[in-house]
């Protein structure tokens, strides 16, 4: 073998990566593709059951024996279960409509598709949640996550100067970016937590945090140092937004908001825009989490501020839901059933 033929040529890393870009893509193409048609099958076996069973009178029984024959027919499937076959009723009975599920639906993970089944009943909630799953790529994990966090209540709630602050359409992509209020009860302390406790806290478990406060945010550091003429100043935590394509300052009050606080973190903007800022990155973003706010109060503060800032909640423990608070005994009644359990001991009893 001669020395040209064995020679690597100088291009050869660069098409290297290329093809595997290339590989990579059309994978990502064939499982989609994959997943749309599987997703529409299901969709089709899920109608065909509900036509069925309004013009025939199908029951159970019925869809057990579909599923023995469907697994002996097509023993290397899965999916054949009469759980999943439910599961099939359900969707084409949830989303009627076939363009849904050639578009959206097809885009999601059979799973996910569950998920809103099963937690959610309003149409509605079930296509805000679809939609975001899809265009955030949230795992199945998260998209349960966020529903149980109510996350459609919370979303784009914060109190922001951002119209006045920013250029359209950003301002409206920063205001949907936050929320009100956020929720760190995975954090296990209490209400009486410092604000150093509760920095460290969010550190600790910065990947929770991170999914708490959403898509796009990446870790800066925290403490971050900012010098002006000499004086040092420290902002509790730096983002970095993906999206916004800007840093975020966060900063913690473990109080009832108070106009003052916005004056610092004004500042702070300030100083991230001059000394950190990149010439192409867009305007940095302040938000205040505070214990407690008075809407108003914080409406009146941010509108003589020059830099955009939202002001929002944090919950270190979770409300209960009220019908669970409704249904908790009292101390009264405790005491009472205790009393009665004391009573009904037999003689000589350990227990």
């Known amino acids: 073998m001669n020395g040209k033929s064995a020679a690597i040529p100088?291009?050869?890393?660069?098409?290297?990566?290329?093809?595997?870009?290339?590989?990579?893509?059309?994978?990502?193409?064939?499982?989609l593709a994959a997943n749309a048609e599987l997703i529409q099958l299901y969709w089709q076996i899920g109608r065909d059951i509900l036509q069925r069973q309004s013009t025939q009178g199908w029951g159970s029984k019925v869809i057990e024996r579909l599923a023995r024959d469907l697994r002996e027919a097509f023993p290397e499937m899965k999916g054949f279960?009469?759980?999943?076959?439910?599961?099939?009723?359900?969707?084409?009975?949830?989303?009627?409509?076939?363009?849904?599920?050639q578009q959206p639906a097809a885009q999601l993970p059979w799973f996910h598709l569950c998920t809103l089944i099963d937690k959610l009943k309003d149409p509605a909630l079930r296509l805000y949640y679809a939609d975001l799953a899809r265009t955030e790529g949230w795992s199945r994990v998260t998209l349960e996550l966020n529903i149980r966090n109510r996350l459609h209540e919370r979303q784009g709630q914060a109190v922001t100067n951002f119209d006045a602050r920013l250029p359209a359409p950003h301002s409206e992509l920063a205001h949907e970016t936050l929320k009100d209020p956020y929720l760190f009860d995975f954090l296990g302390l209490g209400d009486e937590a410092q604000e150093r406790e509760i920095e460290n806290a969010l550190v600790r478990h910065i990947i929770k945090f991170l999914l708490e406060l959403g898509n796009?945010?990446?870790?800066?550091?925290?403490?971050?140092?900012?010098?002006?003429?000499?004086?040092?100043?420290?902002?509790?935590?730096?983002?970095?937004?993906?999206?916004?394509?800007?840093?975020?300052?966060?900063?913690?009050?473990?109080?009832?908001?108070?106009?003052?606080?916005?004056?610092?973190?004004?500042?702070?903007?300030?100083?991230?825009?001059?000394?950190?800022?990149?010439?192409?990155?867009?305007?940095?973003?302040?938000?205040?989490?505070?214990?407690?706010?008075?809407?108003?109060?914080?409406?009146?503060?941010?509108?003589?501020?020059?830099?955009?800032?939202?002001?929002?909640?944090?919950?270190?423990?979770?409300?209960?839901?009220?019908?669970?608070?409704?249904?908790?005994?009292?101390?009264?009644?405790?005491?009472?059933?205790?009393?009665?359990?004391?009573?009904?001991?037999?003689?000589?009893?350990?227990?």
């Open 216 to 351: 796009g945010f990446a870790f800066v550091g925290r403490q971050f140092r900012l010098e002006v003429e000499g004086d040092e100043f420290f902002a509790d935590l730096l983002f970095y937004h993906t999206r916004l394509k800007c840093y975020v300052v966060v900063e913690l009050k473990a109080t009832a908001f108070k106009p003052e606080h916005a004056g610092q973190l004004n500042f702070y903007l300030t100083a991230v825009d001059r000394q950190v800022k990149a010439p192409d990155d867009q305007p940095t973003i302040g938000l205040l989490l505070c214990k407690t706010k008075k809407r108003t109060v914080a409406e009146y503060a941010l509108s003589g501020i020059d830099k955009p800032i939202g002001v929002a909640e944090y919950q270190l423990v979770r409300a209960l839901p009220e019908p669970l608070v409704t249904s908790l005994p009292t101390v009264e009644e405790l005491e009472s059933e205790l009393s009665a359990v004391d009573e009904e001991q037999p003689e000589g009893s350990d227990e």
């Open 81 to 101: 279960s009469a759980r999943n076959l439910k599961y099939m009723r359900a969707f084409a009975e949830a989303w009627p409509d076939a363009e849904f599920v």
């Open 10 to 31: 100088m291009d050869y890393a660069e098409w290297l990566a290329a093809i595997k870009a290339r590989v990579a893509t059309a994978r990502q193409r064939a499982a």
